[in-house]
C-alpha cells in the first residue's frame, strides 16, 4: 500500500499555540422602562373615560345607547313586581310628606293665574265654537246617558222642592199672584165705600180703608202657608211629569241649538282675570282645607293600598304596557328629547363636567400605584 505523503510543518509554526477565539463582550441589559407617574396616569385615565362616555352620548351613538338601556331595564322590569321595588309604605310616605303635609308653592297658584289670564285673551276663543270642539253626537250621548239615571232625576227635584228656600219662594210667589189677581179683577171694588176709589187707583183704595193691602197680604201668606205642604207635594209630583225623559231630550236640543254656534269667547265673556284669580283663591284654600281632613286621607291612603292589592303582584313591563309605556315608546321619546338637548354645547359643556367630576374620585394616584407596583 502506498504511503501517504507527510505534510511539512514549519519549525515556527509547530512552536506556537493555537490561536484562541476572541472572547465575546457580555451583553448589555436592555434597561427597564421608566415607572409611569401615577399621578400623570390618572389624569390620562380620566379624560379617555370622559371622552368614551360623551362619546356613547352623542349623535347616532346616543340612540344605540338609549335603546341599549332601555331593553336591558325592560328585561328586569319583566322579572320584577312593583311592590319588589317599590313598597306601598315609601309611597305612602312620599305622599304624606309631599301632598298632605308640604305647603303647596306660592309660585304655583300664580302660575296657574296667569296661563289662566293668558287663555282668556287667545285669539282661538273667537273664531272657534263649540261645536268645533265638542261634536253634537258626543253631546247627545250625555244627554241619553244622563236621561237613563232616573233615581238621580228624582233626587234632584226632591231636594230642589224640599230645600228651605223653595217654600218660601212658592209662598211669596202666589201671594203676589193671588193678591195681583185680586185688585186686576176689582174682586173689592163691590164693598161699600171702595167703589170709587177701586175705579180710580189701588191707591186710592188704600187711602179709603187704610191697612187693607196689609191685611191682605196676611190673610193670603196664612191661606198659602196653611196649605204650603200640599202644594210641595203637588209641585214636585207635577216637576216629575213635566221634566220627563222626552221633555229633558228636547230643552237639551233646544240648549244645544243655542249655544253650539257661538263663539268660545261669548260663553267666557261673563269672566275675567280678576273673577279667575278668585276662583283660584278659593280652590286653593279649598285645598289646603280638604287635605286636612280624615276624610280625604282616609280615602288617599285607602285608594293607594287598594292600588297595590289590584296591581302590586304584576310585573313592571306589564304595567308599563298597561298605561302604553312600551319599551318602543320608551326608546322613541328619550330619543326624542335628549337627542336636541344633549347636542347643544352648554348641555355637553355640563355633562362633560359633571363626567370628569364624577369620575375624578376614582382615577387618583392613591387608586392607581397599587395596581402599577403589580
Sequence with gaps: MAERPKTKV?????????????????????????????????????????????????????????????????????????KDVLPVEIVLGVVERNVLSRPPAGGLAEMIGEMSRHFLTLPENEATCLADIFPRRYYDEMVDKALTLEVLRRRIIHRLVHNAGFPRLIADLLQALVKELLWREKLFSRIPGLMKAFAVSRGAANLAMPGLESALDGRIRGLVETHLEHLMREGENFLLRFF??????????????????????????????????????????????????????????????????????????????????????????LVEVLSPVLSMPKAKKYLKARLREHFASFYTEKNLAPLLKQ
Design 10 to 82: 514549519s519549525k515556527k509554526a509547530a512552536g506556537k499555540a493555537p490561536k484562541k477565539a476572541p472572547k465575546k463582550a457580555p451583553a448589555k441589559k436592555k434597561a427597564a422602562p421608566a415607572a409611569a407617574d401615577p399621578a400623570i396616569l390618572a389624569q390620562k385615565l380620566l379624560e379617555a373615560h370622559v371622552r368614551h362616555e360623551m362619546a356613547i352620548l352623542s349623535g347616532k351613538r346616543l340612540e344605540q345607547t338609549i335603546k341599549k338601556e332601555v331593553e336591558a331595564a325592560y328585561v328586569f322590569m319583566s322579572k320584577t313586581t312593583l
Design 244 to 333: 220627563d225623559a222626552e221633555r229633558l231630550a228636547e230643552i237639551a236640543g233646544e240648549r244645544w241649538g243655542e249655544v253650539a254656534y257661538q263663539p268660545i269667547s261669548n260663553h267666557l265673556s261673563a269672566l275675567d282675570g280678576y273673577d279667575l284669580e278668585e276662583f283660584i283663591v278659593i280652590g286653593y284654600e279649598f285645598w289646603l282645607n280638604l287635605r286636612e281632613t280624615p276624610y280625604f286621607r282616609g280615602v288617599l291612603e285607602s285608594m293607594i293600598r287598594h292600588f297595590y292589592d289590584r296591581y302590586g303582584s304584576q310585573k313592571l313591563d306589564v304595567l308599563a304596557d298597561d298605561v302604553g309605556l312600551g319599551s318602543d315608546v320608551a326608546v322613541r321619546e
